[in-house]
């Protein structure tokens, strides 16, 4: 079993920048791709962005130009940075491992976090 702790969310002012963290744990489970997807307040889990084992990097269109996703493989840390913050981008977002291809399903994702809350003013 894979435990995944996001943090680094807040509140923060539009325009402003946040870099969220995610640590894995627990059983070694060969992950071959992590993604970062979203969930605002009355709407649909939203994948953002994707890196795969092989370092090969998606992102959503919301995503695009503002935030940047990146792996530390000897922290087993997943991180994603983010840019020019609106209030559109305020959710929880929550980090997600598959031992499958990359996807934009949550539902093809073994592993989720609890989230950490975004909230843009």
């Known amino acids: 079993q894979v435990q995944l702790v996001e943090s680094g969310g807040g509140s923060v002012q539009a325009g402003g920048s946040l870099r969220l963290s995610c640590v894995g744990s627990g059983h070694p489970y060969p992950t071959t791709c992590m993604s970062w997807f979203r969930q605002a307040p009355g709407k649909e889990l939203e994948e953002i962005a994707s890196?795969?084992?092989?370092?090969?990097?998606n992102y959503a269109d919301p995503a695009k130009g503002r935030f940047t996703i990146s792996h530390d493989d000897d922290a087993n840390r997943l991180y994603l940075q983010m840019r020019s913050l609106t209030p559109e981008d305020t959710a929880m977002y929550y980090c997600a491992a598959t031992g499958g291809p990359c996807s934009w399903l949550g539902t093809d994702y073994a592993f989720r976090g609890q989230g950490t809350q975004v909230t843009v003013s």
């Open positions: 890196i795969g084992s092989d370092g090969v990097t």
